[in-house]
């Protein structure tokens, strides 16, 4: 609504917000404060108001007949705002304040384009939320149609008429309020915060139970357990959470140092219960000679929803990850493991949804990875396995398994080993350097074996198949030194299939076959297997 006279306005606009709220991330910040962790700008709101202003025309004729307003306006305008939230429980204040503008125009700036205006404009506004602001601009304003004599002749009155509308030149939001957070990766709202700092307990920490955000720096000593529903994360380690209200998905960096937890007889760490994420921790043990008991991270029976991340475990005496049977959906990511007296990870049966990805593993004595009976949807992506005194993986028996993008070097025994009744999926994959075989399916199993690369072995074939296999072998590239064949059926009632293979090594043969085999795989070069 305007009210124009040659010498006053009055205006007042409303608006209304046409969308929701927003999520957004980059406007998201974390408040530490006592012993809770609250999000802000989750989301970004647009709001509700109105605001009102009114002007009026400095006399500057009276300093100057030149300075007629038939020739030059100076106005001042003085005002004020209110905006909210429709909703009226997202915003932690309302954004209310004042504002001033003051105006300098020239009629008929051009001569040659009567009703022509050049305006000079500065504005200052100032409220609790968006603190003061400045503007200054500058706008040309030339007109189309009417005539030059119509328009060189319009009255001061006429000519209000048509001065622009004067509105909000932004469309104003603020941040969403504090909101409770939740732990992205396991679903834990972060009810307290508590602390553990080189001296401390970290089980005392720990002792606050569950939806507790445990923060721990510097080096703790002594075993520690933690419980369910809790996040352990080391400082200056991010980890993903999302505002329990908005849904915006944020990282939130740990203050303070990575902590080293180290403990020389029984495992360092351990997990009792579900809903447990640990990230950003160095575990280290007695070195691996220490105790058989002295794992890094040791999980109880039954549990589920566990993430270990951005950490690494190293001079352990048995297992560097040991997990034992039926646990459900398991996330290991970004771990790097080092100098293992047993397995660098460790699974025995029963498991089911188990995520390895972006692993490095050095140095075990015995295998890498370790899966033993019945464990389903398990998959082992971007990981490294080297200098493991057993197999880099070992696979027993009726597990459904698929290895995706890994390298597996110098097994001293054989880089992937399948027992019996698996299904086993590898594409993309380099096994270099096997002690024996780079990979044997023993008996009854489902295999695909595409797109990888196999290079060196000390002792055995590049890819063995003992009795009653199905197996699909495509697309695979066979170099270096291969100390028995290609492909061993060392066995009968196998079935291959594949195309596309490559060879590119020096070896025995490139394929051995005991007899009352089926199918067959063909090599680029016109070879086939049997």
Not at 58 to 77: H, T
Not at 111 to 139: C, H, M, N, Q, W
Not at 162 to 186: C, G, Y
Not at 301 to 306: C, K, L, R, V, W
Request: proline residues 3%.
């Amino acid at each position: 609504v305007e009210a124009l006279h040659p010498d006053f306005d009055v205006r007042a606009n409303a608006y209304l917000p046409l969308s929701g709220p927003a999520q957004s991330p980059g406007l998201a910040e974390f408040t530490l404060q006592g012993n809770s962790i609250l999000m802000t700008g989750g989301q970004e709101v647009p709001l509700a108001g109105l605001d009102v202003e009114a002007g009026v025309r400095l006399p500057l004729e009276k300093l100057s007949p030149a300075l007629s307003p038939e020739n030059l306006e100076l106005r001042l305008y003085g005002g004020g705002y209110y905006f909210d939230d429709i909703y009226d429980t997202l915003i932690p204040e309302e954004v209310a304040g004042v504002k001033s503008r003051l105006q300098l125009v020239f009629n008929n700036a051009v001569a040659a384009l009567p009703g022509s205006k050049i305006t000079l404009e500065s504005r200052y506004s100032s409220d609790d939320v968006r603190d003061e602001r400045f503007e200054v601009g500058v706008r040309l304003q030339i007109p189309f149609g009417g005539g030059r004599r119509g328009r060189s002749h319009l009255s001061r009155q006429a000519r209000r008429m048509v001065a622009a509308l004067e509105r909000d030149i932004d469309i104003v939001t603020a941040k969403s309020k504090a909101e409770k957070v939740i732990d992205n990766l396991t679903d834990v709202t972060f009810d307290r915060v508590a602390y553990a700092s080189a001296g401390d307990d970290l089980t005392t920490a720990a002792a606050q139970g569950g939806n507790t955000l445990i923060i721990a720096t510097g080096n703790l000593n002594g075993d520690k357990a933690l419980q369910a529903n809790q996040t352990l994360q080391g400082g200056g380690s991010t980890i993903a959470v999302r505002g329990a209200r908005s849904g915006t998905v944020v990282g939130f960096t740990a203050p303070g140092t990575q902590p080293t937890i180290d403990e020389n007889v029984n495992a360092v760490l351990s997990i009792t219960d579900s809903n447990t994420h640990i990230a950003g921790v160095n575990v280290t043990g007695g070195g691996i000679f220490a105790p058989v008991t002295n794992d890094g991270i040791q999980v109880a029976d039954g549990t589920s929803n566990i993430v270990i991340a951005d950490s690494s475990v190293s001079g352990v005496g048995d297992n560097a990850l040991d997990f034992n049977d039926n646990h459900t959906g398991v996330t290991i990511k970004d771990v790097t493991i080092s100098f293992s007296g047993g397995d660098g990870i460790d699974f025995d049966a029963g498991n089911s949804d188990i995520t390895i990805q972006g692993v490095s593993i050095g140095f075990s004595v015995d295998d890498g990875i370790d899966f033993g009976d019945n464990n389903t949807n398990v998959r082992i992506t971007q990981t490294d396995i080297s200098d493991s005194l057993g197999n880099g993986i070992v696979i027993d028996d009726n597990n459904e398994i698929t290895l995706t993008d890994l390298a597996i070097w110098t097994s001293d025994d054989v880089g992937v080993r399948a027992d019996d009744g698996n299904t086993i999926t590898m594409t993309g994959s380099s096994i270099i350097n096997s002690g024996f075989d780079g990979f044997i399916a023993r008996d009854n199993n489902s295999v695909t074996v595409t797109g990888n690369t196999f290079t060196d072995t000390t002792n055995g074939d590049a890819v063995a198949f003992r009795t009653g296999n199905t197996a699909n072998i495509a697309d695979n590239t066979f170099s270096g030194s291969i100390a028995s064949n290609l492909i061993d059926l060392d066995g009968a009632n196998n079935t291959l299939s594949g195309t596309g293979n490559i060879n590119n090594a020096t070896s025995v043969a490139v394929c051995e076959d005991a007899g009352g085999n089926f199918g067959q795989t063909t090599f680029t070069d016109g070879l086939t297997c049997p």
